[in-house]
């Protein structure tokens, strides 16, 4: 959760770039280590290696979407999933709004500003804790 350098690391799951190239640059100017995951399976992977101590995970990625990771973190590396922090640009989609409705995770709509994003950062922080 933390590297040898005392930063905490975060997970970027995102398909678009811009999106993702935003939340490197808040997170990092913020203190984070950053890895980035261009999909659910990506971020999979990355997650049976390493501990991150939160997620920014958007719900509609290809090949494993973020409701998928979501379920995989419960199953496989359970409590882990409440540090998803979820980002949709489809808050109408009636599948997206009952997921979230019935998950207790933080969610960001997008498009979201840094300062948007600094704000739900530090209050999954404080959540934990931190």
Request: aromatic residues 8%; contains cysteine.
């Amino acid at each position: 959760m933390e590297n040898k350098n005392g930063k905490k690391r975060i997970l970027v799951i995102e398909d678009e770039p811009i999106i993702s190239l935003i939340a490197v640059r808040v997170l990092r100017a913020e203190g984070f280590d950053v890895d980035i995951a261009d999909n659910g399976k990506v971020a999979k992977s990355m997650s049976d290696k390493i501990l991150h101590y939160l997620y920014l995970c958007d719900i509609r990625t290809p090949t494993m979407n973020g409701m998928e990771f979501y379920d995989y973190l419960s199953r496989l590396h359970p409590g882990r999933e409440s540090r998803i922090i979820f980002t949709t640009g489809d808050t109408l989609n009636h599948e997206i709004k009952a997921f979230l409705n019935d998950k207790d995770n933080l969610f960001l709509a997008k498009p979201f500003t840094p300062e948007e994003l600094r704000v739900v950062i530090k209050k999954a922080l404080k959540i934990r804790g931190n």
